[in-house]
């Protein structure tokens, strides 16, 4: 990841509207689970704009906002169980997941392209069972892709916006454990049926999807 960050540009009402030949326009696009169109997404992603327009300090804030005002689903053994983003406002909780998707959701709400990320973890310190942990990617200028993770701080949990460098929930730990190599543009089909599936944090927690993958970096 490229070092030596200089100051974020501005957002623009030019770079808001993808273009179809701009290899960033799928992580600036809408769908039913990133749902940037939805009124709350687009009322929250403005109070979270920075005054002048700058990228890094709207970045900064949509990330700590999602991580610190949205409760993760089992840490607080909360109901119900959120996918897209508008549910996740609504609703004021969410699984990593959906966390992931409202963190989103706001950053392309403010035309900065955002996508998914997935992790392989061990359920425990280490060692099956495992499952997939969702976090984000942010494309920042002179960085490129930059991971963050929303899911909330916790004791042994301190995942924080601090470019280049990334500071994230979790660490590997054995060889089972690993990064998908890919950021995407939409959810996994596994995961958003999984939360789908499920209406209590409780019956997800015992199925949380532990879905194939390939090591990345």
């Known amino acids: 990841m490229a070092k030596g960050m200089r100051r974020g540009r501005r957002i623009s009402a030019k770079s808001s509207v993808p273009s179809s030949d701009d290899p960033l326009a799928p992580y600036l696009a809408s769908c039913a689970v990133i749902d940037v169109a939805h009124p709350a997404v687009q009322a929250l992603a403005k109070t979270l704009r920075a005054s ?23 840490d607080y053994q909360l109901n119900p169980v959120t996918c897209s983003a508008s549910e996740v406002l609504e609703g004021g ?4 997941y959906a966390k992931a998707h409202l963190l989103a959701a ?3 709400a403010n035309a900065i392209p955002a996508g998914l990320v997935y992790q392989r973890l061990s359920m425990g310190d280490s060692g ?12 920042l200028p002179d960085v490129g892709w930059y991971r963050v993770d929303p899911r909330g ?28 190599p890919h950021v995407y543009a939409y959810p996994l089909p596994a995961i958003v049926k999984a939360l789908r599936r499920w209406d209590t944090w409780d019956k997800l927690y015992i199925h949380l999807p532990d879905i194939p993958g390939r090591k990345g970096r």
């Open 93 to 96: 909780t969410g699984y990593c």
């Open 153 to 180: 701080n916790k004791p042994g949990v301190d995942a924080q916006f601090t470019p280049p460098e990334e500071r994230l929930a979790f660490t590997l730990h054995d060889n089972e454990e690993y990064f998908f």
């Open 106 to 108: 706001l950053l392309r």
């Open 52 to 74: 002048d327009g700058a990228i890094l300090p709207t970045a900064r804030a949509c990330f700590e906002w999602v991580r610190d005002n949205i409760r993760h689903s089992s």
């Open 128 to 139: 099956p069972p495992y499952c997939t942990h969702g976090l984000n990617a942010v494309w």
